[in-house]
């Protein structure tokens, strides 16, 4: 694979402002998003508290056949990609669709319209032969995952390689990691990378409150989402979206773009062991780590800065920090690492894409984004969380890695544009 390959665009709808500016502006100041649910009534439910965007499909540019034909979680997307494509000022009319693909991930795809229509046709759960003429003529597009990245794909005129990436909360990661791979092999020039969910929903909530995953803490919500702190109790379920424009760094140059950083590397690996445990020795994240810097062709002391999983249940940061120990060696401890979890929650397959967009910005920007309500120390997470605070840091080697349900483990490398190696 001797392609590279550039980021030239982002887009973000996340809690707490949507596009990349307000985004940053809230990770850079240390804000948290987190609040009651309000899309539903949660009375009843273990965790009441969310990370929701305010987002307003028309106030985006949506019309309103689009907003009733696409769920939620595609409206995100369509947006984020929007954002994306005008960032990196990617004149569709002169670009190949033949050599355009589009990779976009999520984890619980259309459920909240397909909780909400069987809402409607079952008469709120009444019955067991549900009328179908309450569904909505969409109803289908909810029901198959691949909606998703062909949505994305219509919009924008993409004939080469499109597909939908499902690995759970490592779906955003991979996405953008498959397009890259999809780049350096030659198999196309430009690339719309990233992942929606909007899991905010009863169903959702529900099957996170009966593994006891999600944090109780619904009196203070600004500072239930806790990760690496001794007193967390759980995550907390979040939404939103992000895109990026991936090219072929020839492709980008050719035509004038501003070029981010690079994707130097990625990889992933499963564990094999347990549908949602984790080990505590890291040993399979480890592995992920160490793929993707083998591609990057960097060593562990090359990364100036982690950006976290970070999802503030005990097992999940304990597995991270080992493995980025086991993976950097004694480098782990000189070099911060944090989770942006703590502000915007945790958007289960949609979270891995806005972790890499706010790396870009991170690069961009160079400031290390904190890790809010960290304030209490666990002996067993004992590396640099940046506490609070958002740091001035110079950075050209990125590291922002992902875990997710059924074991998948994720790495990607991101170089900014004058940190490569000759």
Same mark, same amino acid.
């Given at each position: 694979?001797?392609?590279r390959v550039a980021v030239t665009g982002v887009g973000v709808v996340a809690p707490g402002g949507i596009g990349i500016s307000q985004f940053w502006d809230l990770l ?9 649910? @309000? ?53 569709? %009319? ?12 999520s984890a619980v795809g259309g459920t909240t319209r397909l909780e909400h229509d069987y809402v409607l046709v079952s008469a709120n759960g009444a019955r067991w032969d549900?009328?179908? %003429?309450?569904?909505?003529? @969409?109803?289908?597009?909810?029901? +198959? ?55 905010? @929903?009863?169903? +959702? ?6 593994? $006891? ?66 080990? $505590?020795? &890291? ?11 083998? %591609?990057?062709?960097?060593? &562990? +002391? ?11 249940? $005990? %097992? ?8 980025? $120990? ?20 945790? @958007? ?29 120390p666990d002996p067993e997470c004992d590396l640099d969380y940046v506490p609070r605070v958002a740091r001035e840091r110079k950075l050209r080697h990125v590291l922002s890695?992902?875990?997710? =349900?059924?074991? =998948? ?6 170089? &900014? ?6």
């Amino acid at each position: 694979m001797n392609r590279r390959v550039a980021v030239t665009g982002v887009g973000v709808v996340a809690p707490g402002g949507i596009g990349i500016s307000q985004f940053w502006d809230l990770l850079s100041n240390g804000r948290t998003a987190t609040r009651r649910i @309000s899309l539903f009534d949660p009375v009843g439910l273990r965790s009441q508290i969310a990370a929701e965007c305010d987002f307003d499909p028309a106030a985006h540019g949506l019309d309103h056949e689009t907003t009733e034909r696409c769920d939620r979680y595609i409206q995100f997307a369509l947006v984020a990609a929007t954002e994306a494509v005008r960032d990196a000022g990617l004149d569709l %009319q002169r670009t190949d669709p033949w050599r355009m693909g589009a990779s976009l991930g999520s984890a619980v795809g259309g459920t909240t319209r397909l909780e909400h229509d069987y809402v409607l046709v079952s008469a709120n759960g009444a019955r067991w032969d549900v009328d179908h %003429q309450r569904a909505e003529p @969409s109803l289908h597009r909810a029901f +198959t995952p691949s909606t998703l990245a062909s949505a994305v794909a219509e919009e924008f005129g993409v004939h080469g390689p499109v597909q939908t990436v499902s690995t759970g909360c490592t779906s955003g990661l991979d996405a953008v990691g498959y397009a890259y791979h999809a780049i350096a092999e030659g198999r196309a020039d430009v690339c719309l990378a990233g992942a929606s969910d909007s899991p905010i @929903s009863p169903i +959702t909530m529900a099957c996170f409150d009966a593994i $006891k995953a999600t944090s109780p803490n619904n009196d203070d919500a600004a500072h239930a989402s806790r990760p690496f702190d001794a007193r967390r109790d759980g995550f907390v379920m979040g939404e939103g979206a992000a895109v990026l424009v991936l090219e072929e760094l020839g492709h980008a140059r050719a035509r004038g773009a501003e070029v981010y950083c690079e994707i130097a590397g990625y990889a992933t690996f499963g564990n094999a062991y347990h549908m949602t445990g984790l080990t $505590k020795e &890291g040993l399979e994240m480890s592995q992920a780590i160490d793929g993707a810097l083998g %591609q990057a062709r960097l060593n &562990g +002391t090359d990364i100036d800065y982690v950006n976290a999983h970070g999802s503030g249940t $005990k %097992q999940n940061d304990r597995h991270e920090t080992a493995a980025v $120990k086991r993976s950097l060696g004694d480098h782990a401890y000189a070099i911060p690492m944090s989770s942006i979890k703590s502000m915007v929650g945790h @958007s289960l397959g949609a979270i891995g894409s806005i972790e890499v967009a706010a790396c870009v910005l991170a690069l961009s920007h160079q400031v290390v984004p904190p890790t809010a309500n960290y304030e209490t120390p666990d002996p067993e997470c004992d590396l640099d969380y940046v506490p609070r605070v958002a740091r001035e840091r110079k950075l050209r080697h990125v590291l922002s890695v992902g875990s997710g =349900f059924g074991g =998948f483990q994720s790495a990607v490398v991101l170089r &900014g544009p004058e940190g490569r190696r000759q």
